[in-house]
C-alpha cells in the first residue's frame, strides 16, 4: 500500500493573543441607535463584531475601517463571504475567476493591517462542496495568508456534518495553509457542544485552532435547529480573545446580533435590522445586567 504523504501545516500565528478587538461603530445597530435614541441597545453596540464582505459595496467602505483599525492598533476581523454559487443559491461572485480576483482586491484593500479573516460561512460545510470550490478556498486561504493575514476556514456546526468529514473537506479547502477554523457562524449551538466539535476537529487538522461565533447562543439551540429568526434567543458570552477554552483561539460576535437573517421565522419584512429581535436577544442574555435587561424589554420599538 502507497503511504501518504505527511501534511505540512503552516506555524501558528495566535493572532488574538495580547490583542485588542476593534469595535466597528458602522452598523446597522449603531445607526438604529442613534436615529431612535435607544441606549438600551448598548449591550449589542458597546461590543466589537465581525464587519462582512459580500460584494463590491462592502469593499469600497473598508478603507476608512482598516485605517481606524491601525490607528487604534487593534485586531480587524472580517468576513469573506462571496463564494461563487453562495448558500448553493447561485449568489456570490460570478465564477472562480472572478473569485480569485474579489480575494486579490480584499488583500489589497487591507494592505498592511493585519487581519482576521473568516472564509465563506458554510462553503465548506454546504451539500453543493466539490473540488471547484475546494480549490477556489484553497487559493484564497494562500493568497490571504500569503499576505500576512489569519484566515480562519469556517466549519459549520456541531450538529452539521462529522468531524472526521468535516476535516477531510478542510483539508481539501486548504486548512494546513489557514490559521484555523470557525464553528457556530450564524448559529445558535451551544458554545460547550461547539468546543467539543472544535476540539475534535483540532485533533484531526494539526491543532489548528478555532473561533467559536457566541452572538445568539445565550439560549438553548431552538426547537430542530431552527436557524432563521426563531423566537427565542439570546445573545451569548461576550467576545474575548482569553476564552480559557482548549483548541479555541477567541470566542466572538461573528453574526452581528440583531441583523435578521432573512424573511422567516419571526420576520416578515426585508429589513436587515430588526429591534425586536435585538431586544429580544438583550432580554434573554445571561451575563446583561438585570437593570439592563428590564430597561430593553420597556423599550418602544
Known amino acids: 500500500m502507497k503511504r501518504q504523504p505527511a501534511i505540512e501545516y503552516a506555524q501558528l500565528q495566535h493572532p488574538f493573543r495580547g490583542a485588542q478587538l476593534y469595535v466597528d461603530t458602522d452598523t446597522l445597530a449603531h445607526a438604529w441607535q442613534?436615529?431612535?435614541?435607544?441606549?438600551?441597545?448598548?449591550?449589542?453596540?458597546?461590543?466589537?463584531?465581525?464587519?462582512?464582505?459580500?460584494?463590491?459595496?462592502?469593499?469600497?467602505?473598508?478603507?476608512?475601517?482598516?485605517?481606524?483599525?491601525?490607528?487604534?492598533?487593534?485586531?480587524?476581523?472580517l468576513v469573506v463571504y462571496n463564494i461563487p454559487n453562495r448558500d448553493c443559491a447561485g449568489q456570490g461572485a460570478a465564477d472562480p475567476a472572478a473569485y480569485q480576483a474579489w480575494i486579490a482586491q480584499v488583500r489589497d484593500a487591507l494592505a498592511s493591517t493585519r487581519t482576521v479573516l473568516i472564509l465563506e460561512p458554510d462553503a465548506v460545510t454546504a451539500d453543493c462542496f466539490d473540488e471547484q470550490r475546494a480549490s477556489a478556498l484553497a487559493g484564497a486561504v494562500r493568497t490571504l495568508a500569503g499576505a500576512g493575514h489569519s484566515v480562519y476556514l469556517d466549519a459549520g456546526h456541531s450538529?452539521?456534518?462529522?468531524?472526521?468529514?468535516?476535516?477531510e473537506r478542510?483539508?481539501?479547502?486548504?486548512?494546513?495553509?489557514?490559521?484555523?477554523?470557525?464553528?457556530?457562524?450564524?448559529?445558535?449551538?451551544?458554545?460547550?457542544?461547539?468546543?467539543?466539535?472544535?476540539?475534535?476537529?483540532?485533533d484531526l487538522t494539526?491543532?489548528?485552532?478555532?473561533?467559536?461565533?457566541?452572538?445568539?447562543?445565550?439560549?438553548?439551540?431552538?426547537?430542530?435547529?431552527?436557524?432563521c429568526n426563531p423566537a427565542r434567543q439570546g445573545l451569548g458570552e461576550r467576545p474575548t480573545v482569553d476564552p480559557g477554552l482548549d483548541h479555541v483561539a477567541a470566542l466572538l460576535w461573528v453574526k452581528r446580533p440583531g441583523e435578521s437573517d432573512g424573511v422567516c421565522g419571526t420576520e416578515?419584512?426585508?429589513?436587515?435590522?430588526?429591534?425586536?429581535?435585538?431586544q429580544t436577544l438583550i432580554v434573554n442574555a445571561p451575563w446583561v445586567p438585570e437593570p439592563a435587561r428590564r430597561q430593553a424589554a420597556a423599550a418602544e420599538l
Open 34 to 77: 442613534a436615529e431612535h435614541a435607544a441606549p438600551w441597545l448598548e449591550p449589542i453596540t458597546s461590543k466589537p463584531q465581525a464587519r462582512w464582505l459580500t460584494g463590491p459595496d462592502d469593499l469600497a467602505r473598508l478603507a476608512p475601517v482598516v485605517a481606524q483599525a491601525g490607528r487604534q492598533g487593534r485586531l480587524l476581523v
Open 268 to 278: 416578515t419584512t426585508a429589513d436587515e435590522f430588526s429591534p425586536r429581535q435585538a
Open 206 to 227: 494539526g491543532g489548528r485552532e478555532a473561533i467559536i461565533d457566541t452572538s445568539r447562543n445565550g439560549l438553548p439551540a431552538p426547537p430542530d435547529d431552527q436557524w
Open 170 to 202: 478542510l483539508h481539501a479547502a486548504g486548512i494546513a495553509d489557514a490559521e484555523g477554523f470557525s464553528v457556530n457562524v450564524s448559529n445558535r449551538q451551544s458554545t460547550a457542544d461547539s468546543h467539543r466539535y472544535a476540539t475534535e476537529l483540532s
Open 159 to 167: 450538529r452539521w456534518r462529522p468531524a472526521a468529514e468535516m476535516s
